[in-house]
């Protein structure tokens, strides 16, 4: 009954307001260089409407288009798939597009059955991570934003992306590791500033004038907001899961990447994820969305949902027996504009005629919408880019960023007695044998586009060597042994034996979590089978997002070498062939700790919690809080070369001169032996104390070997050791460099104080804790250090 009521009162208002009609006027003149898609006012008289009148500010021209639209019109515009008003010029928009490593066909704002067939495959995040490299991660966010450009103006795309996913790896189940940044927030966060202002950047308009009308190449949207990193684990699914997170692994973990991503890359859009914290829907939490988002990190732009996450709330979670319409009311309450669904296109109308809501927020929220797309030229056209056309994808120079990122990501985890590169005078034919030899699709992983080209392993192998290939296993799930003889046999008749195995998307994708964290089948049987009977040097090389276990190779003599080649893209398997050939000298490093496979029997997937738990037996995850047995460490990788490290410039002290009003702030101690009067002080105090306050150090970087390379430099705080529950460590900085060999280069670092030597305390306040801090630069043996000691002085 109801709904037939609000139905009428619809009618009603729809007839009324047809009466303001102004429409169309094609101005042939700003048409002809737009081959699909003119801008919106380059067709609508603007002399009745204001929103056309680029003399006013973004947001009176939203409001004076908002105000001109009945409800039911509003409400059709909240959805991903926008119905557009066509009374007011304004046409359909589908908000949904990717492009998490390249223009992808996962959104349904984009095609690839046009006149642009393919677009430019990049490696996954997490491969790109590997590089280290920042400049790397804004070419690949600026070549994709060209491509995406140029595929919108031949109508084969949106202007709206919704990448990256920058969720924190917190468990090496999780079946989405290979689209992410890897497990440091640290490094998450440098990533997603990056892509996204090569994204959304506009040459000259980085950081200039009022954000509200900085000008964006395409829109970004940084998700899943957030501790989301569990698709379906033993029954528990991302829509139902109720994920227990505590305040301190909030504020340490699971919220920093997208702080960082709103503050310093000013994203135009976050998503919000499926999962309920601490039992409450996200896209349902006003202080997560509104006050933190909006509010704290002052958004410019909009907040979209999950796909279908309002009807997951009101479906699977059943959350506060809420009808439909008490589910969209909560959640454009909370903050959330833009609905990937038709929940908010189905049922705002009625919660605001059955008075659950305010017409405003609906105001709202499209407002924050449509200031996103004046701000991309939707509305008055993009000079800058509407000249990019079919011809601007798939170059090939974007080809080749292609493959310099597949090669800046390749992680070489093994080399005895400097088995590669393989000199090709020497390795004349080589047996490249295993289901990832012919690796070609499943390269790219998902979340991909349809790629311009394809660059196998065996096919690229080819050019160095004559190859002798032999698949090994049918596919990647090798399910029985059936082709391990024949690769047995190839090994025997070749120089050297490069074995190609790994993982692919129907074993870690999205709502697909791993069951554990072993090759799958016989694939290790394969290994072992072709290493002990190969004659010859072996060379394995492991195509994989998530880790897997494969200490049996590490520990096994007989196979010389491992590389880990993630999921490089199109031209993956050139960036393979040049790194063992030598071509391409490797210096990437792991972004994930690989776990052995016993961690997963340790703890369950649920388990939020970074910090072990002693009580239930949990390790700690990631390798600020793990310190159990792995099988290599993040941050892991060797070059051709060696580098020899030495500090220039060393100790320095902090002081903090309190005032009278400034507080100290107790945090649990490991012993009494000297009580420290002020163990530490909360950093938003100290503001005006060491505001700005950095350490500036510089090392001295010598490539001593024969070879030239690049090297990357991890720089960690290790806080001081009397305190409870700190991180073992925590990446405050880094760099990759190129260095000739016998070059010597130096490096300068600025660590800012209360950024980089700030800690998380157990009640989740961020504290400068007092004491002997530790700064090291690299890891294990090679590390150097030194000392900053902290004093606050009351
Ligand atoms: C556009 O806005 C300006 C500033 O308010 C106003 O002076 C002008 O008349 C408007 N133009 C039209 C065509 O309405
Ligand atoms: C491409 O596919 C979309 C969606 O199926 C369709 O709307 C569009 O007309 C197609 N374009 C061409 C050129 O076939
Ligand atoms: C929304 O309305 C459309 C059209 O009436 C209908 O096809 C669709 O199933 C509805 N969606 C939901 C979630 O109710
Ligand atoms: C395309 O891939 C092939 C190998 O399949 C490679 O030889 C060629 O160089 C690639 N094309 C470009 C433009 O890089
Ligand atoms: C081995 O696996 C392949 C591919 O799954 C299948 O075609 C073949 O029949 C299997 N062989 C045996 C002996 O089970
Ligand atoms: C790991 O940390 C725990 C707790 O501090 C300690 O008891 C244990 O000895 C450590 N293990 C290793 C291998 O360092
Ligand atoms: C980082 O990547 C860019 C883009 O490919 C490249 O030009 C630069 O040389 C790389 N830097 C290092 C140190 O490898």
Redo the contacts with the bound molecule.
């Keep these: 009954m109801a709904v037939q009521r609000v139905a009428v009162v619809f009618f009603t208002l729809l007839t009324l307001s047809a009466a303001v009609r102004p429409l169309s006027k094609r101005s042939p003149s700003l048409q002809h260089s737009f081959s699909q898609v003119p801008p919106v006012c380059s067709n609508v008289d603007i002399s009745g409407l204001q929103y056309c009148n680029t003399s006013l500010p973004y947001d009176v021209r939203a409001k004076d288009l908002v105000d001109s639209m009945t409800l039911e019109e509003k409400a059709h515009q909240l959805g991903n798939k926008a119905t557009g008003v066509p009374r007011l010029g304004i046409p359909p928009y589908q908000w949904w597009s990717e492009a998490l490593h390249g223009v992808s066909t996962s959104g349904?704002g984009t095609?690839?059955?046009?006149?642009v067939p393919a677009a430019t495959s990049f490696p996954t995040p997490l491969s790109s991570t590997a590089s280290f490299n920042e400049s790397l991660w804004r070419i690949l966010g600026q070549v994709t934003s060209t491509e995406a450009r140029a595929m919108h103006n031949e109508?084969?795309a949106g202007l709206t992306f919704w990448s990256p996913n920058i969720n924190v790896v917190r468990d090496p189940r999780w079946g989405r590791a290979l689209e992410t940044p890897g497990e440091d927030p640290f490094v998450s966060g440098r990533y997603a500033v990056n892509y996204v202002r090569g994204l959304q950047d506009v040459e000259g308009h980085e950081y200039s004038g009022d954000l509200n009308y900085r000008p964006l190449k395409v829109s970004a949207c940084c998700k899943h907001y957030a501790a989301y990193d569990l698709e379906n684990w033993e029954g528990v699914d991302r829509f139902h899961f109720d994920a227990k997170v505590t305040a301190q692994d909030m504020i340490e973990t699971f919220l920093p990447p997208f702080e960082t991503c709103v503050k310093e890359g000013d994203v135009s859009s976050v998503m919000c994820s499926f999962n309920q914290i601490n039992g409450i829907p996200i896209c349902a939490d006003t202080r997560l969305l509104s006050d933190t988002i909006k509010g704290d990190w002052n958004l410019h732009g909009y907040i979209v949902s999950d796909c279908d996450s309002a009807e997951v709330i009101h479906d699977a979670q059943k959350w506060l027996g809420d009808t439909q319409e008490e589910t969209v009311a909560r959640v454009l309450r909370a903050g959330m504009d833009l609905d990937c669904g038709d929940y908010y296109t189905n049922f705002t109308a009625p919660a605001v005629m059955e008075g659950k809501i305010r017409e405003s927020y609906l105001d709202n929220a499209l407002m924050n919408l449509y200031v996103v797309l004046m701000r991309l030229g939707y509305f008055d056209g993009s000079p800058a880019y509407e000249k990019l056309g079919k011809d601007d994808v798939c170059t090939k120079d974007n080809i080749e960023l292609a493959t310099e990122a597949a090669r800046q990501g390749m992680v070489l985890l093994k080399n005895d007695h400097n088995v590669l590169p393989l000199s090709t005078e020497k390795y004349k034919k080589v047996a490249a044998v295993g289901p990832k030899a012919n690796a070609n699709y499943d390269m790219v992983g998902n979340y991909a586009g349809i790629p311009c080209n394809m660059s196998s392993p065996w096919s690229a192998i080819s050019k160095y060597a004559e190859v002798l290939y032999a698949m090994g296993c049918a596919d990647v799930h090798c399910t029985n042994d059936t082709f391990i003889f024949p690769a047995v046999e190839a090994s025997r008749n070749a120089d050297a034996t490069i074995i190609l195995v790994g993982l692919d998307v129907s074993i870690e994708n999205e709502a697909l979590d791993r069951t554990d964290l072993l090759l799958p089948g016989y694939q290790t049987e394969l290994i072992n089978q072709v290493a002990n009977e190969a004659p010859n040097p072996v060379i394995l090389v492991v195509f994989c997002g998530g880790v897997v276990d494969i200490s049996f190779a590490k520990d096994n003599p007989k196979i010389n070498a491992i590389i880990w080649a993630g999921y490089p893209g199109e031209e993956g398997g050139t960036g393979v062939a040049e790194v063992i050939y030598g071509v391409y000298n490797p210096a990437g490093r792991l972004p994930l700790t690989w776990y052995k496979n016993d961690y997963i029997h340790q703890l369950p997937m649920t388990s939020m919690q970074m910090r072990p738990q002693y009580e239930l037996g949990y390790p700690g995850r990631t390798y600020k809080f793990f310190n159990g047995s792995i099988v290599y460490p993040f941050g892991y990788g060797l070059s051709y070369t060696q580098f020899q490290t030495t500090l220039v410039h060393a100790e320095r002290s902090v002081v903090t001169k309190l005032s009278p009003r400034q507080h100290c702030h107790n945090i649990p101690r490991k012993w009494d032996a000297y009580l420290n009067p002020c163990p530490a002080v909360l950093v938003d105090d100290l503001s005006n104390n060491i505001k700005d306050e950095t350490i500036d150090f510089q090392i001295q970087v010598k490539n001593i070997g024969q070879r030239d390379g690049h090297h990357v430099i991890i720089v960690y705080d290790v806080p001081p050791e009397e305190y409870m529950g700190l991180p073992i460590k925590q990446v405050v900085a880094f760099k990759r460099v190129a260095l000739k060999a016998g070059e010597t280069q130096t490096v300068e670092f600025k660590l800012d104080v209360l950024k980089s030597l700030s800690v998380v305390s157990d009640t989740a306040y961020v504290v400068l804790p007092s004491g002997q801090h530790t700064i090291m630069v690299g890891d294990g043996d090679e590390a150097v250090k030194f000392t900053v000691n902290v004093r606050h002085i009351k």
């Design positions: 349904p095609f690839f059955n046009g006149t109508g084969q």
